[in-house]
Structure formats: C-alpha cells, structure tokens
C-alpha cells in the first residue's frame, strides 16, 4: 500500500522520462508541488542547493526497499513495477505531462536558476547561488529580502503535532529561532523526522543547533489517560511541584544559551501549549530568570 504522494513521486518520475537526475528532480518536485498542486504532496526547506524535502528522499529509501525505484544515489529511475505503480488519475497525470512540456527541457543549472527566481525564500541557504544568479542582481537582492530577520535573545515553544519536518522547521526559521531544545524525556517519535537522530541532522541542515534535555521531560506512564485539560492541569501541577524545582542546572543550561544571544525553542509533540509541560518550562525560567525569558509559543 503506498500513500497518494508516493504514487505522485512515481508518476513524475515517469513523466519525466522514467529517469532523472537527483539535483534536477528534486527541483522539478519542488515546483510541481508549489506551482501545480493545491495541496501539495511535500514540503521543503531552504537547504544548500535550494528547495529542498527530507520526506521525498525518506520515501525513496521506502520504494527502493519495494523495487519500485532502482537502488541510485544520484539518480531517481523507475523499475518496471515502478512503472506500473506510478498510475494515477487522468486528470492528474495530464498535469504532470503538462508541467513537464511547460518546462520544455529546463534542467541543470538553468533549472536551479529558474527555482530561485520564482521562490527566492527557498534559496536564502543555498551555496550556489552566488554562481548560479551572478550578474542577476534583482534576483539576489530577492533572496536577501527573504531571509527572515534575525530574532531577538529569548524563549519560544513549539509542538510538532500535525506537521510535516519541513513545516515544522520553516516555522522555526520564520520566528528567528537559532536553537532547539528538545524537552522530551524520550525523544522517538512515529511520524517521520521527529526522533532524535532525524530532528537533529534536519535542524543542522537549516542552521538550528540542537540539544536535548530528557532531565526536563515527564515519564510517558504518567501521560497516559489525559484525556481533559483538567487532566493536564493536574498533571502538570505536580511537575511544577515535584520535578521542576530539581531542575535548576537545567534551567540554566537554557538561561546561558540565551545569554549568549541564543533564541531557544523549547520544542514538544504537542500542539497546544496548555497540553504540554513545555509551556511549564517556559514558565519556570520567566519566574526565575525575568522578563527576558516571557515565552513566545509558535
């Protein structure tokens, strides 16, 4: 069984030919989800050639795993039951072949070139840029008016639930965040890209420093059966007055990072902040440490 954006990927491939190189698809990916989808099927980040989606290249990995790719670092190429596993609906194949001849052939570093002036947020971290765009001074200074601006020493939170790795990662870029925290006590997740490993390299890719601090997060047996918010309430009285207060030296951990000109995102799974102890945190460091530390909660 494959999700809708995997048979997307697939046809796409087969739309191009059956066989692209890497640089180029992930490009020709990044604009077909931006420009011809409603809804597009992946997300992506600013990385070091452009738009960029961690989620395509897991799903690769997934459909090398089921022959439907063939096992090519460089390259995405169909195998034959690739090909038959790339059927989509009509209507939705005639926009990919429509996409591909509006292109007609762009690829290399036209290609890129093209991608950045069309998104220049996407190309605020890229390393080729600079060669790519030389003498294009309006499409440089386009990139340099979509940096986000820098944000200001202090504390934020954020819950990944119900978002994707690249959302998640563009909203932290967005708020200015140069460091995430990360305060669960076990920091595995079954949605793709928030267990630790993944969170991390993805946080690096973008500029984000990341640390852990478990010493700060609630056991999972006591988060069970919360199913009110005066569950949660209940629940995180008794980490405000049983666990917390033993946390000082991680509490200062956080209070020398922003110190030294670090905005820290005290990051959870939780959406809303009232059902996650991560908005104690936030709390807690306020009390103890001032003004500067009033949390913000993206």
């Known amino acids: 069984m494959l999700f809708d954006r995997q048979k997307r990927l697939l046809a796409l491939v087969d739309a191009l030919g059956g066989e692209v190189g ?10 077909y989800c931006r420009e011809v989808e409603e809804t597009p099927s992946y997300e992506f ?4 050639f452009g738009g960029f989606s961690f989620t395509s290249y897991a799903d690769k990995r997934r459909l090398i795993e089921r022959s439907l790719l063939a096992d090519e670092e460089r390259t995405w190429k169909l195998t034959a039951s690739g090909k038959v596993a790339a059927a989509v609906a009509p209507m939705t194949r005639l ?5 591909v001849h509006q292109l007609d052939g762009l690829r290399g570093d036209a290609l890129v070139a093209e991608t950045y002036r069309r998104h220049p947020y996407y190309a605020i971290r890229s390393e080729m840029a600079e060669r790519i765009l030389a ?13 986000p601006a820098a944000g200001s020493p202090g504390v934020c939170t954020i819950g990944y639930e119900g978002c994707s790795l690249e959302g998640y990662l563009n909203r932290l870029l967005q708020a200015g965040v ?9 920091p595995l997740s ?6 630790k490993s993944t969170l991390a390299k993805g946080c690096e890719g973008v500029g984000i420093r990341y ?30 007055r049983e666990s917390l207060p033993q946390q000082s030296q991680a509490l200062s951990k956080i209070r ?5 000109g670090e905005r820290v995102a005290l990051t959870c799974f939780e959406r809303l902040p009232e059902q996650c102890h991560r908005h104690c945190v936030a709390d807690a460091l306020q009390r103890e440490f001032g003004k500067k530390f009033a949390p913000a909660h993206l």
């Open 22 to 31: 890497g640089l180029d698809f992930q490009k020709l990916l990044f604009l």
């Open 45 to 48: 980040v600013p990385y070091r």
């Open 95 to 99: 926009q990919m072949d429509q996409f």
């Open 135 to 147: 003498g294009d001074t309006r499409a440089l200074a386009a990139i340099a008016s979509a940096r």
């Open 178 to 186: 140069t460091l995430l925290c990360d305060v669960r006590r076990n």
């Open 190 to 195: 079954r949605k793709y890209g928030f267990s």
């Open 211 to 240: 640390e852990h601090l478990p010493e700060l997060g609630i056991a999972s047996e006591e988060r069970r059966n919360l199913v009110t918010q005066a569950d949660y309430d209940m629940l995180f009285r008794g980490y405000e």
């Open 256 to 260: 020398g990072w922003v110190d030294a």
